[in-house]
Nanobody
Framework: QVQLVESGGGLVQPGGSLRLTCEASGFSLEAWAMGWFRQAPGKEREGVSCTSASDGSTSYADSVRDRFLISRDNAKNMVYLQMNSLKPEDTGVYYC?????????????????????WGQGTQVTVSS
């Protein structure tokens, strides 16, 4: 069964940090672009950060650039999102997603329709 499971969310004060983890099972991440998306109450799902299948290319939303860092460990079938200097507007449900673009793809798309497999989400709340 193809599955993505996120973990690491929680409640954190403004300025704090969290590390989200996405574990894949039922398939190998090697040929897949991986992304983190989030959805705040009453808002559409938006791309946060993505990484390509082949060359480590990354994309970041302007709102998180220089604060968040995406990484992947294909050997462990894991993807991570390190979130620093968190702000209340970072609050939302964070989803991990996998998109098959081929093993040589250098694309790290930020649009959710490029992704085929989704996790169930993990809640991140930034509040004092």
């Amino acid at each position: 069964q193809v599955q993505l499971v996120e973990s690491g969310g929680g409640l954190v004060q403004p300025g704090g940090s969290l590390r989200l983890t996405c574990e894949a099972s039922g398939f190998s991440l090697e040929a897949w672009a991986m992304g983190w998306f989030r959805q705040a109450p009453g808002k559409e799902r938006e791309g946060v950060s993505c990484t390509s299948a082949s060359d480590g290319s990354t994309s970041y939303a302007d709102s998180v650039r220089d604060r968040f860092l995406i990484s992947r460990d294909n050997a462990k079938n894991m993807v991570y999102l390190q979130m620093n200097s968190l702000k209340p507007e970072d609050t939302g449900v964070y989803y991990c997603a996998a998109g098959y673009l081929g093993p040589f793809s250098t694309l790290a798309p930020m649009t959710h329709n490029q992704y085929d497999v989704w996790g169930q989400g993990t809640q991140v709340t930034v509040s004092s």
